[in-house]
DNA sequence: CGTAAATAGGACCACAGCGGTCCCCTTTCC
DNA sequence: GGAAAGGGGACCGCTGTGGTCCTATTTACG
């Protein structure tokens, strides 16, 4: 599992397929359509991400919603962070202030701090613009071998982001 | 959100139990009362872990559970994928032949296939021997400046975890 | 050889949270 | 002033998780 609810993924396609047309205005109902998704649910998505401050939203008869900001601007955690709350894989991270069970799992704690940053930034590095775009190959082949190609390939992914923005 | 289930949770902190003294047999009541997690749940879950060949099982008395490999050869990906199926954040990953809502959504598979291959590597690149002795500081301020330190921090930890292999 | 201590394997249940719908209000354009 | 949009909730079914319990089966030991 390690899932992210239907939420975030349903908010990351709308948000992707608003940033195809960047700047251009959209209605929940439009965008409903398009990508298939029932109408409630995209009204309800795109709510939130308005209310995060991730979509500009205009009312009255021509209205609809537009991206906030810059496709490179929005990345994926954000998203995620909206819809599903923080992005922490374990609970006892945000506060907690009772006994975490004992000394072992706490002497985890600072392992699952760095583990929840990795993934964090994964998605960090993922802007809404290379959504639309996907990154070159040369990201995914940047390695040589076979195990540590995927250290390459984490490298790469956060430096090629880097790169776009 | 974006949460491993409990199970998981429960998983990691027994295995790390297990590890402060690798090699020595622990019986399922003995990690319960150690860790202070319900007695049930913990022989539930090491029942799981065993059959997914990460603990070895001796029954009768004098039976227990001891790690099935090294310290350093169990990863969290592992762990977590026993407990918790497969590592994807979303579903439309595995297979599913249906129309996955439509092009839009489709064209962004292949991001999400490599932002779920990060997820995994950060979990793939951490070990059991790792959550015992947590990993010196140098790790973690390897970068320098604010916001590039993120892909530098991300990078190091995955080359510092195959250093230590 | 029998008993106790351990794992093996399920069946079972309660409940939270997610996915999803619907309704009513407010805003704005024509 | 009416129609078309978003704003904000209330609401509800259902899946899956967390957790318990029961009944084999295995094995050490007296």
């Given at each position: 599992m390690l899932r992210m609810t239907k939420q975030a993924d349903y908010g990351i396609v709308l948000m992707t397929r608003m940033a195809g047309e960047a700047g251009r205005q959209f209605t929940a109902g439009e965008l409903a359509e398009e990508t298939q998704l029932p109408a409630p649910t995209v009204s309800k998505i795109l709510k939130i991400l308005t209310r995060q401050e991730l979509l500009d939203s205009h009312r009255g008869v021509k209205g609809g919603y537009s991206l906030a900001r810059d496709t490179a601007a929005i990345t994926m955690a954000e998203i995620i962070g909206a819809l599903?709350?923080?992005?922490?894989?374990?609970?006892?991270?945000?506060?907690?202030?009772?006994?975490?069970?004992?000394e072992p799992s706490c002497a985890v704690r600072a392992n699952w701090q760095r583990i929840n940053d990795a993934i964090r930034l994964a998605l960090e590095n993922v802007t809404l613009a290379e959504m639309v775009?996907?990154?070159?190959?040369r990201l995914v082949t940047l390695g040589g071998r076979p195990s540590p190609i995927a250290a390459d390939r984490l490298a790469a992914g956060a430096a090629g982001a880097e790169a776009l923005r």
């Amino acid at each position: 599992m390690l899932r992210m609810t239907k939420q975030a993924d349903y908010g990351i396609v709308l948000m992707t397929r608003m940033a195809g047309e960047a700047g251009r205005q959209f209605t929940a109902g439009e965008l409903a359509e398009e990508t298939q998704l029932p109408a409630p649910t995209v009204s309800k998505i795109l709510k939130i991400l308005t209310r995060q401050e991730l979509l500009d939203s205009h009312r009255g008869v021509k209205g609809g919603y537009s991206l906030a900001r810059d496709t490179a601007a929005i990345t994926m955690a954000e998203i995620i962070g909206a819809l599903d709350g923080p992005i922490a894989i374990t609970e006892c991270i945000d506060d907690s202030p009772g006994e975490c069970v004992q000394e072992p799992s706490c002497a985890v704690r600072a392992n699952w701090q760095r583990i929840n940053d990795a993934i964090r930034l994964a998605l960090e590095n993922v802007t809404l613009a290379e959504m639309v775009h996907p990154l070159p190959q040369r990201l995914v082949t940047l390695g040589g071998r076979p195990s540590p190609i995927a250290a390459d390939r984490l490298a790469a992914g956060a430096a090629g982001a880097e790169a776009l923005r």
